[in-house]
């Protein structure tokens, strides 16, 4: 046996055993007479002491040892004259009486500490060390735990888990696919998964009535800090249900997760926001309810007093920042140049400070008595020390940055904790969203989305005002799942690839497979989907989920440290009968 014990096990009431601990030398004090161990592996650290009596032998290999050597010591565990608080076996330490070492190491590339010196690049390169870091053990483990407890509630819930290909057709609706050469088919291609969609819908066919499956999924998009070319769902599908017994479901799930892994209790039923609302008072579909600071529309009230910026706007719209009265011009400036810049892409920044003394100021005094906005603070529900903020111009840009702006006011205020958490489900999106570059709708979620029963007659008139049978699952502004009642009629879902923009021609071709399935008795189904490694990440209180996936992709899509994608040799090309030609300019 290699150990007896982890290096995170040994208490004061063990003190007396002789133990063997293995693991990874954090870091080394030599005090003269006498040498202190920092031994690590994933389950802590514990402190190995090399005293003045020890052997010869031990000595030397102690003072040979070097950071991240891979060493195995038996020793007694004895109390500490000085003990440590801050660590769990902090009470104790071993007393090595013998000392190997198991393998060598180079001096690390960087520290392997919380707070590490080593850049993200470098940490990529050498992401096994990156794991051996406390933040990283910690992201797995609480992976870890909540793969354990969605299977053990859905298992439960009487779901199967069922693996679906990862090798599929391409289909051009969504994403950019990433395509793999078929050897045996020369000129074809597969595609790997945006999601398993169209599979779990077929199981549904099939009678699998409740199905789910932690699954990967491959979308060759443009990279942000939130997102990785392969990522992880939590896929699920269930038949003979309406949109309230998926909300319950999955809210139980969600409210399971929350206990179980953190801790957090969440008694109530979720809220359901229509997607109207939340667009209207949020600007944005998935609303961070952790704060108030609503969007107050002004546009009746803004207009008509000769002031062009907002008699020329469609919309004229404000948040009310609590306490803010105080900011300076300078502050106000900053905030100007940041509404400006073009991700938010506001024109400027209209702004009424209501004193503490009850005076109102404003940049549009010109324009507007005291008393007139006096009442748009009433409105707003501005108090005494907060100042509003207000833009004009098209709807729903103004919605949008009216959003960021508020999500930024709450940053800047402390209002956005981490430990504070406000999920909801956002329900009634559209259906269809009209793309004016290239004339046509798109899914709003997907093509096998249903729309409301009551909106089903607009398909004919008014198609961008049909509402979809669609939900999306919102924690603090963060969209962790999303899904729909599917359409289930293939009649209905010819209709939908129609106004899609496809030809019957090419719907069949590219989705025949499953308009047929739906005409060998398809049961009413609908699902979710939601992203594993992004739940993960708002649970560890990061930004990014990087930190969550064991071996991601920057931000060009590389695996720093396997150094993929590469080229491949000339004799796999032939084989796979390929040819590359790469254009000039890339
Ligand atoms: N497959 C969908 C997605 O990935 C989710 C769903 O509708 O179940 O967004």
């Known amino acids: 046996m290699y150990r007896t014990h982890t290096c995170g096990q040994l208490r004061l009431s063990d003190a007396g055993q002789t133990v063997t601990l293995a693991g990874w030398v954090q870091k080394i004090r030599n005090l003269g007479a006498m040498t202190f161990i920092d031994l690590r592996d994933r389950y802590g650290i514990t402190q190995i002491v ?55 190491a180079e001096t690390p590339p960087f520290t392997i500490e919380d707070n590490s010196d080593g850049g993200d690049e470098l940490r990529m390169k050498y992401r096994y060390l990156d794991l051996r870091r406390g933040p990283l053990q910690r992201a797995m483990m609480l992976r870890h735990e909540m793969a354990q407890r969605i299977r053990e509630y859905l298992d439960k819930q009487g779901f199967l888990e069922i693996e679906t290909p990862y090798m599929i057709g391409s289909t051009p609706e969504g994403a950019r ?27 549904m066919v099939a009678g699998y009535d409740r199905y789910f499956q932690i699954v990967r999924c491959f979308r060759d ?79 009746a009230e803004a207009q008509g007093k000769g002031f062009v910026v907002f ?48 005076n109102v100021k404003s940049s549009i005094d010109k324009f507007f008595n005291p008393e007139e906005l006096k009442a748009w603070g009433e409105k707003c529900g501005a108090k005494p020390g907060d ?31 981490r430990s504070k958490f406000a999920p909801l489900w956002v ?61 289930f009629d293939s009649k209905l879902q010819a209709k939908m690839f129609d106004l899609l923009g496809f030809t019957p021609e090419e719907a069949q071709k590219q989705f025949g497979f499953l308009m047929n399935a739906f005409k060998f008795g398809a049961p009413p189904h609908g699902g979710i989907a939601f992203g594993f490694d992004r739940w993960c ?20 899509g590389r695996d720093m440290m396997i150094d993929a994608p590469s080229v491949i040799s000339e004799a796999q090309l032939k084989e796979l009968n390929l040819k590359i030609e790469i254009e000039k300019d890339k």
């Not at 597969?190 to 599979?199: E, G, I, V």
């Open 537 to 556: 990440s708002l649970f560890g209180g990061a930004d990014s989920i990087r930190d969550y996936i064991a071996f991601p992709k920057n931000n060009s």
């Open 50 to 104: 090399v005293e003045e009596h020890s052997t010869d032998d031990i000595k030397a290999i102690a003072r040979e040892l070097g950071r991240e050597y891979v060493i195995q010591v038996t020793g007694n565990v004895v109390e500490r004259s000085s003990k440590n608080p801050k660590m769990p076996t902090g009470d104790i330490e071993v007393a090595a009486s013998a000392l190997k070492v198991l393998n060598a």
């Open 387 to 417: 100042m509003m903020f207000i833009m004009a111009g098209g709807r729903k840009q103004s919605l949008n940055a009216l959003g960021e702006l508020r999500l930024e006011m709450g940053e800047r205020l402390g209002l956005r904790d």
């Open 311 to 358: 008699d020329s706007a469609e919309y004229v719209g404000a948040i009310a920042a609590t306490g803010c009265a105080s900011y300076t011009r300078k502050q106000i400036d900053e905030l100007t140049e940041w509404v400006k810049r073009p991700q938010i892409g506001a024109k400027g920044l209209v702004w009424v400070r209501f004193e503490e003394d009850g």
């Open 221 to 299: 998009e443009d990279l942000r800090a939130d997102r990785q070319p392969e990522f992880t769902q939590i896929d699920c599908e269930m038949s003979f249900v309406e949109r309230d017994d998926i909300l319950t479901t999955f809210e139980g799930l969600a409210k399971h997760l929350f206990k179980t892994t953190i801790g957090v209790e969440i008694e109530d039923q979720l809220r359901r926001m229509p997607w109207a609302e939340a667009m209207a008072k949020y600007g944005s579909d998935k609303p961070d309810l952790r704060f108030g600071m609503e969007i107050c529309e002004l546009t």
């Open 177 to 203: 696919d990433f395509v793999v050469p078929s050897r045996m088919n020369p000129g074809e291609f597969y595609a790997l998964p945006q999601s398993p969609q169209t599979f779990k819908q077929l199981l």
């Open 427 to 487: 329900v009634d999106f559209p259906l269809l969203e009209w793309d004016d570059e290239s004339g046509r709708f798109f899914a709003m979620h997907h093509p096998f989305t249903s729309p409301m029963k009551e909106d089903e007659a607009l398909l004919e008139t008014d198609p961008g005002k049909v509402r979809a049978n669609a939900y999306d699952f919102v924690v603090n502004g963060v969209e962790v799942g999303g899904g729909s009642i599917r359409i």
